[in-house]
């Protein structure tokens, strides 16, 4: 788990940019989202639809989109998603915009990519509760399917590595640049009003970017949850320490992105924080010790709603139909 260490060396740096100076994107600790750049359009374009494919699930219901809506944030905006048969997921959906850029995929970091990501869901019994051999079934059974994964890989046997592959492909690109912050960043100084201003100055006097830095502002260490003092939660998610087995490790989660982060409450891996106001009152005294005024958290989410970029243009995939060797959806146990 990385540390704070940053604070020390990094904030004389960060402090002697003046709010009101043209910023120099080398020196922010906070750097500019990049456009995607698609290198193959016809896998990305076989991801998006299996992205979409609700009959990668056992019901026939659930796709990826389910919970990483992409109208709204790539997220659900509920506590926790809802599975096969209605069943309650065990932590919040994190959102999908942006995913490529974190140091690893879940709030614990069990995936180290997008594409290691893509085939849990599937085939996990709270969630699209299908397998792999279920799944495959069903697109081998689609002749269309067939032929697109000939198009694309070069060879009609379809197995979980090419729909990962895929998927992370079409994933990759969602991304979200041009934000009014970017805009800033890149010296358009008409970009932010004075609240913003000083609202990005407290975030960064304040400590928050010694985890909230990089293009994503986040998701690229894990941290404790209640380092100054204990988060009190009833979710049973401990965080890392499922991982590594590692107790030191006990609480500590990936650093969510705070890209697009004023479309996706609640807030935190259990939705603990109905509001962004109330998000960052409980990061300033859980993590950095400070209570924020109502000036500060006024000022800090007026910033925040600056990290909002160009969301996807996405226009929703056609299908292609069933054959008779289709398997049928179980929807209803």
């Known amino acids: 788990m990385q540390s704070l260490k940053y604070i020390g060396m990094m904030f004389p740096l960060w402090l002697a940019i003046s709010a009101n100076a043209a910023p120099s994107i080398q020196s922010e600790p906070i750097q500019p989202i990049p456009k995607a750049v698609i290198k193959n359009p016809a896998m990305v374009e076989l ?3 299996l992205f979409f494919e609700p009959r990668l699930s056992k019901s026939g219901f659930i796709s990826c989109n389910s919970c990483h809506n992409l109208s709204t944030g790539g997220s659900d905006n509920l506590s926790s ?5 209605w069943q309650q997921g065990p932590i919040r959906s994190p959102s999908v915009l942006n995913s490529s850029m974190n140091v690893a995929q879940f709030w614990d970091g069990r995936a180290k990519s997008l594409q290691e990501q893509a085939s849990g869901p599937i085939a996990n019994p709270r969630e699209m509760a299908s397998n792999h051999v279920l799944a495959l079934d069903v697109l081998r059974s689609i002749p ?3 032929n697109e994964f000939n198009q694309v890989f070069g ?4 197995t979980m590595q090419e729909v990962t592959q895929a998927i992370a492909a079409f994933e990759e690109t969602l991304v979200t640049p041009d934000s009014r912050f970017d805009q800033w960043l890149k010296g358009n100084k008409k970009a ?3 609240q913003e ?7 960064k006097t304040a400590g928050c ?3 909230h830095n990089g293009p994503a502002v986040g998701g690229n260490s894990f941290q404790k949850m209640g380092l100054v003092a204990p988060y009190q939660t009833s979710n049973p998610a401990q965080g890392r320490a499922g991982v590594t087995g590692n107790d030191a490790d006990r609480m500590a989660f990936k650093v969510p992105s705070l890209r697009n982060v004023a479309l996706r409450a609640p807030y935190f891996h259990d939705a603990g924080a109905p509001t962004l106001e109330a998000a960052v009152s409980t990061m300033g005294k859980l993590q950095l010790g400070r209570a924020f005024n109502q000036q500060e958290i006024g000022d800090i989410v007026a910033f925040l709603h600056t990290l909002t970029g160009k969301q996807p243009q996405i226009v929703l995939p056609i299908l292609p139909a069933s054959s008779n060797n289709t398997p049928h959806p179980t929807p209803f146990n």
């Not at 201003?197 to 975030?203: A, E, I, K």
């Open 47 to 49: 991801g998006k639809k």
């Open 81 to 85: 998603s809802i599975g096969d048969h």
């Open 144 to 146: 269309a399917y067939v």
């Open 155 to 158: 060879r009609k046997q379809i």
């Open 192 to 194: 932010l009003n004075a």
């Open 197 to 203: 201003l000083r609202g990005y100055q407290t975030f």
């Open 209 to 211: 970017v010694a985890c």
